[in-house]
Nanobody, 121 residues
Framework: QVQLEESGGGLVQPGGSLRLSCAAS????????MGWYRQAPGEERELVAT???????NYADSVKDRFTISKDNAKNMVFLQMNTLKPEDAAVYYCNALMRSTISAPWSEYWGQGTQVTVSS
């Protein structure tokens, strides 16, 4: 079983920055993709950014040029640097990963518990 634990959320003023971290632990043989999603109250959960094992990234249009996703393969961690935050970025941010525990195991999707990001003056 794999656990994902997010950290780094909090309250920030508009225009400010935050850096989210997600650490994966447990039985991990390999990772296909890791990413961040967010969900605001009353809204659907939406993709923010993803990064593949090879380093290819994908961003939602709303965060391009403001957010940067990165990873540390050795530590099974993924990060989200969020700059120039806007009130509409406020949400619970969830870490997501597609991993497998052995070479022959199927890929399984995992979610963290989420970390709150509040953008307000």
């Amino acid at each position: 079983q794999v656990q994902l634990e997010e950290s780094g959320g909090g309250l920030v003023q508009p225009g400010g920055s935050l850096r989210l971290s997600c650490a994966a632990s447990g039985r991990i043989f390999s990772t296909n993709v890791m990413g961040w999603y967010r969900q605001a109250p009353g809204e659907e959960r939406e993709l923010v950014a993803t990064i593949t094992s090879g380093g290819r990234t994908n961003y939602a249009d709303s965060v391009k040029d403001r957010f940067t996703i990165s990873k540390d393969n050795a530590k099974n961690m993924v990060f989200l640097q969020m700059n120039t935050l806007k009130p509409e970025d406020a949400a619970v941010y969830y870490c997501n990963a597609l991993m497998r525990s052995t070479i022959s195991a199927p890929w399984s999707e995992y979610w963290g518990q989420g970390t709150q990001v509040t953008v307000s003056s």
